[in-house]
């Protein structure tokens, strides 16, 4: 009886835990939930309120002069970017990895980007990596740099071409220069951290230290791994890895943009290289917003369809050139990335054999 009565306190005593777990659990998931279904439901409104203020024979129209040989073009240097991409993650990561790998890293990377909502698709470079065998500080620390650099590139891009726009909406103007002051500032912040290395990283450990969080395993296991991501930068730093990564972030730009201009060519829209920049440059920058969602449908065509308008386009031709833009460099992406996830799958299968 008594040996009864102990197993079903003990049962009790489980099933409370379990009810508690579930409890303490679900939240955070409810959040997640809300936070996805709110994401969805913008881009979804998105998509509808631009297809909204176009007709059939817009789209029609548009098609019907598309230039198929500056799309051809525009995905021949889209591809090429990828091995620039690839050329500098194989000087980062000092020849470690074989050149031919990270090109198949980098267009899986690629495509968890471009699917993923925030960047998310970020976290793909770190985990392929990992099969083989880089330092889990090394493989944050070079996706943090090749970001350094893109984002330092980038902006003195836009800044220099936002300097040369005229006769623009005052309001769109305005939140130009609101847009080029803050990446001046993110920029002496970026190039400080590079050459700070060693402040920076006491700067963290005090203000751990200040607010107690120190004391709990979890928090002392990710500042130690920003810690040695930090410190990793060190390897970087030598004037010989900065400038020959500088010249390939560089390049991979220049294609880039050059990419953007025949894809827009393509759908007859005649604008200059220097609007080409900024609106390629804004193009870049929509994944980190919060409200990007899967493929960043809608909020890309809404994002292009809104400086292009400014740039004197008319907004039923801007919307369906923003449509057969990201479609077409969607697709491609997709198609590139599955290749490169089987070859991966392949050469698992192979490796196991």
Known sequence: ?????????????????????????????????????????????????????????????????????????????????????????????????????????????????????????????????????????????????????????????????????????????????????CMIILIIILTALLYYTDSFKNSINRFAVKLKINRFKTTNRMMKVIEDTIMSFKKFKSQRILLKNSVISLSIWIILFITYYFFIRAFRIELSFIEIVVTGSFITFLPILPIYGAGGFGTTEGAITIIMVAFGIAESHAIVASFGIHIIGFIYIIILGSIAALLLGLKRNTKKL
């Open 1 to 181: 009886m008594n040996t009864y009565k102990y197993q079903n306190i003990n049962q009790n005593t489980g099933i409370q835990k379990m009810s508690e777990n579930n409890t303490s659990e679900s939240p955070s998931n409810k959040s997640n939930i809300i936070k996805i279904s709110v994401i969805i439901i913008i881009s979804l409104f998105l998509v509808w309120f631009l297809l909204t203020r176009i007709t059939i024979d817009d789209v029609k129209n548009v098609f019907s002069e598309v230039k198929p040989i500056y799309i051809i073009l525009g995905l021949i240097f889209y591809s090429l970017s990828y091995v620039f991409r690839a050329l500098r993650f194989y000087f980062l990561l000092n020849k470690k990895v074989k050149f031919k790998d990270l090109l198949i890293i980098v267009f899986v990377h690629n495509m968890m980007n471009t699917i993923l909502p925030a960047r998310t698709g970020e976290l793909s470079y770190i985990y392929l990596l990992k099969k083989h065998k880089i330092p889990l500080e090394d493989r944050i620390a070079t996706l943090a740099l090749a970001r350094i650099f893109d984002f330092i590139i980038i902006a003195c891009f836009l800044i220099t071409a936002i300097l040369f726009l005229r006769d623009l909406p005052m309001v769109i103007t305005s939140i130009f220069w609101v847009v080029a002051l």
